[in-house]
């Protein structure tokens, strides 16, 4: 048969078959080896930083602290998929997984479904890990995501407070029981450590949300309800008549509102690092004015999709730290967004409402035996978020 070379004729019109057969050599074009970039060079990024991390325990099969390095780097990919961080026990389960798994008969979707997903399912629900096998299989399609932790913690509790000003002549005990809902009960002792970190920041607006709501916006939607900044709003006395209902007028509370949003700015602008904004919150577990169909959650996560958005996997791991704790969460549903600022830094902010259910009564408003553990498991979450030192 006719090899498709002898055909081939060099500059000179001689084939490679004659060429061969004078004893003469082939010309060989040199072509000039490409330059590789510093991505191809390093796909997992710049191992330095992983090689001061401390290596797996309980592996004693690597001994190589370049292997160890190599898992890390592996761990903290597998983590930018998923969304949120694993312990080192939960990796090694899974990755020991993936490693082992024998291919299944190969009958298309099914051997994925057998062969991969069932035996991946059973080893998160034993982890008690709440995610999809996609991220885990994809593991490998990496994307860097160095940012997790903040350097500062700013804690937001704008509607604990049941007092009015002495010069308003209102009481807490003037408010009627729709009114009483509204408020934010106990949530500066939830959020706010009794311990001074100076990592940690807090700011509480003193005075009752229906005298000066300094959570909402100017021309906030909530206007047209009459739960804007001042709380105005018609109710009905009887059936023929109504009576209108108002704490404060807005030309009294604009002082109020401004410092208030003054101060917070302030002790954003002093943290001079990379900032995160709690905005602190409770709903009732019965219908009221903000929500008339309150939802069946223990904690609502909120957020900006702007420049505040949280770290992507900082905020998996808020989620996912809930969702560990026995919590069942809901994202940005029915209470989205979170509070921002106008300063001239860059900060992310997230929102995290609990149910008022899981840790007091809303008849007598006293606390239940629930409050002591959402406090803990509150106040634990700001391990994952801080940067260690």
């Known amino acids: 048969m006719r090899n498709l070379s002898d055909s081939i004729t060099s500059s000179t019109g001689t084939t490679r078959k ?30 330095r930083y992983y090689t001061f991390q401390e290596g797996f325990e309980g592996v004693p099969s690597l001994g190589e602290a370049a292997t160890k390095s190599a898992l890390r780097v592996l761990k903290r990919h597998l983590e930018d998929e998923m969304g949120f961080e694993l312990s080192d026990e939960q990796f090694l ?35 008690n890990l709440y995610c999809g096998v996609k991220e885990i299989f994809d593991f490998f399609n990496i994307r860097n995501c160095d940012n997790r932790r903040y350097n500062f913690l700013l804690l937001h509790v704008p509607h604990s407070s049941r007092t009015f000003p002495d010069s308003s002549m209102v009481s807490f005990n003037d408010l ?8 934010d009960y106990y949530t500066d002792e939830l959020f706010i450590p009794t311990q001074t970190y100076e990592n940690i920041e807090n700011i509480v607006f003193p005075y009752c949300r229906l005298y000066c709501d300094v959570e909402c916006l100017f021309n906030d939607p909530l206007e047209k309800e009459g739960l804007g900044i001042s709380y105005s709003r018609w109710v009905k006395k009887d059936k023929y008549s109504e009576i209108h209902r108002s704490f404060s007028s807005l030309t009294s509370v604009f002082k109020m509102y401004s410092d208030f949003h003054t101060e917070a700015s302030l002790k954003l602008l002093k943290a ?21 169909t309150p939802p069946n959650i223990d904690i609502c996560i909120g957020y900006n999709n702007d420049g505040t958005h949280p770290y992507s996997v900082t905020l998996g791991n808020i989620i996912q730290y809930f969702k560990s704790c026995g919590y069942k969460v809901g994202i940005n549903e029915p209470f989205s967004n ?41 106040q634990s979450l700001y391990n994952i978020i801080l940067k260690t030192k």
Not at 176 to 183: G, N, P, V, Y
């Open 18 to 47: 004659q060429m061969k057969s004078s004893g003469k050599s082939l010309p060989i074009k040199m072509e000039k080896k490409k330059e590789l970039t510093w991505e191809e060079k390093h796909p997992f990024g710049n191992l």
């Open 93 to 127: 389960s899974i990755f020991s997984t993936v490693i082992n798994l024998k291919p299944a008969r190969p009958i298309g979707a099914w051997s994925f479904h057998y062969g991969f997903v069932v035996p991946m399912k059973k080893l998160l629900q034993e982890q």
């Open 176 to 183: 009627d029981e729709e009114e009483r809902l509204l408020i």
């Open 272 to 292: 001079n690092g990379t900032e995160l904004v709690i905005d602190c919150h409770s709903f009732s577990n019965h219908p009221n004015l903000l929500c008339p």
């Open 338 to 378: 979170s509070k921002t600022f106008s300063v001239p830094v860059k900060y992310h902010s997230v929102k995290i409402e609990v149910n008022k259910r899981l840790y007091m009564n809303e008849d007598t408003l006293e606390k239940t035996e629930g409050f002591e553990k959402l406090k803990q498991d509150i």
